[in-house]
């Protein structure tokens, strides 16, 4: 069974600074899907970026990263230089081949000015 | 275009009532979802549909229906409300149901059931 862990519940974060939402999942299935999607207080699910598992290279999306470590079934999001914006809660999802997609419990991410 | 929408936005309900809750997308996605959100448990997915006229059971379909008669539309009925049910719910959907493919979610419907 595919499970999606994230064990930071509460992240604290400095403007401009960079930080790292651990993301870590369990899969037996050689194929598989990572995604990271924000909700930000107004509560709507907003797609950040994708990593697949056979993708070369770590995924980027302006100032969000995938630091994607195959090996230890890691999948952090890096959000570089943050912004007060960023504050909101942080999903991390998985999916495999003729699975269904399954999230995390979320880490909330709080920006200091 | 605007995208996937869900009605109503809040409710609350009885112990034993019924509702609907309605998704709408206009992009032509094939596949549609509805998901609970509960505090600490992320979002876990009740049932989807693969076409019109098609649905299929998700984690955590017991006590839910759904029915898909257009492809624009997907329907999730609580036939008779209890206060497990009070979640926040969200409508998502996607064009393909393959690895990469990223699901587009409505704005959520919070449900209290009393």
């Known amino acids: 069974a595919q499970k999606i862990t994230q064990t930071q519940p509460g992240m604290f974060v400095q403007e401009k600074e960079a930080v790292t939402l651990d993301c870590t999942y369990d899969t037996s299935d050689p194929s598989y899907g990572l995604f990271w999607y924000k909700q930000p207080s107004s509560g709507e699910m907003i797609f950040l970026i994708y990593q697949g598992s056979y993708d070369q290279q770590n995924a980027t999306e302006g100032r969000y990263s995938l630091n994607f470590q195959k090996a230890r079934k890691s999948a952090n999001l890096v959000i570089s230089a943050s912004q007060l914006g960023d504050s909101a809660m942080y999903f991390c999802a998985m999916r495999e081949i003729n699975n269904d997609m399954r999230f995390g419990a979320g880490t909330r991410l709080t920006v200091k000015p | ?114």
């Not at chain 2, 059971?57 to 009925?77: A, H, I, M, T």
């Not at chain 2, 009070?86 to 704005?107: D, I, K, M």
């Open chain 2, 1 to 114: 275009n605007a995208g996937v929408t869900q009605t109503p936005k809040f409710r609350v309900l009885k112990t034993g009532q019924s509702m609907t809750l309605l998704c709408a997308q206009d992009m032509n996605h094939e596949y549609m979802y509805w998901y609970r959100q509960d505090p600490g448990m992320g979002l876990r997915l009740i049932h989807y549909s693969v076409g019109e006229g098609t649905t299929a059971k998700g984690e955590v379909p017991d006590g839910y229906n759904v029915s898909r008669l257009k492809k624009q539309n997907f329907l999730l009925g609580l036939e008779s409300a209890a206060p497990s049910q009070t979640s926040v719910y969200f409508c998502a959907s996607s064009s393909l149901r393959s690895l990469y493919n990223e699901q587009f979610f409505g704005p959520g419907t919070r449900l209290t059931v009393l």
